[in-house]
């Protein structure tokens, strides 16, 4: 069984629209992630969290925020949705010690036009 | 400033043939390296880390992967390839930030096996 999860796994937005991407690990890691991939790129991290109800800005937060209401579950959200926010957003999850070792979701296209 | 240097972008190579993917780092910390695979259209999966000891390492699949210090390099490697090895494989270092740690990826190598 997929112990990271994302949903939606692809989603059209409109340009000035909330988008929420949410995210689930059944790993009982502390460490969750969100990145963007762009095409022909490497992974970025927007934020990250080592614990519940807290969040931490990775190296390209502007323009998106944060949840963690629970240990297992993690949400991006992007309150006003841009065109250079069409990515893959990657959702990983880390024990306290293994951050060089993350589990990844599928992954979730967002198109925003 | 840390940083993950893949210098190739795209490599083809035929199944059954060796494979060398290269990856350099930056980083005045210790060092914790990994590497990842991605298959298009999926997320990236874990393959193989290293901190310390032996510098050569063994991941899944019949990867390995050799840490350099005198070189800054973490290379990874294949001694006979098949087709379901395409993918694209990134290397990432491990570096402090406010307390806690996260990963700096390089930009990936295409790797495509032909039949």
């Known amino acids: 069984e997929a112990a990271v999860t994302q949903s939606p796994r692809s989603k059209v937005a409109v340009t000035g629209g909330k988008v929420t991407l949410s995210c689930h690990q059944t790993n009982n890691h502390d460490y969750m992630y969100w990145y963007r991939q762009d095409t022909g790129h490497g992974l970025r991290l927007i934020h990250y969290s080592y614990v519940a109800d807290s969040t931490e800005k990775g190296d390209i937060p502007d323009g998106y925020k944060a949840s963690r209401p629970s240990q297992e579950n993690f949400s991006l959200i992007l309150e006003l949705a841009s065109l250079s926010q069409t990515a893959v957003y990657f959702c990983a999850s880390s024990d306290d010690w293994g951050a060089y070792e993350q589990y990844f979701g599928p992954g979730t296209r967002l198109t925003v036009l | 400033t840390q940083t993950v240097s893949q210098s190739d972008a795209h490599v083809t190579v035929f199944e059954g043939d060796s494979v060398e993917l290269r990856c350099n780092y930056s980083?005045?910390?210790?060092?914790?390296l990994s590497w990842y695979i991605q298959h298009h259209g999926h997320g990236l999966q874990f393959l193989l880390k290293?901190?310390?000891?032996?510098?050569v390492v063994q991941g899944v699949n019949g990867f390995e992967a050799e840490f350099s210090k005198s070189d800054s390099s973490f290379h990874l490697r294949k001694a006979s390839v098949h087709w379901s090895d395409s993918a694209v494989y990134f290397c990432?270092?491990?570096?402090?930030?406010?307390?806690?740690?996260?990963?700096?990826f390089g930009s990936g190598t295409q790797l495509t096996v032909m039949p």
């Open positions: 980083y005045g910390g210790s060092i914790y």
């Open positions: 990432a270092v491990r570096k402090a930030s406010s307390g806690s740690w996260q990963l700096i």
């Open positions: 290293y901190y310390s000891g032996n510098p």
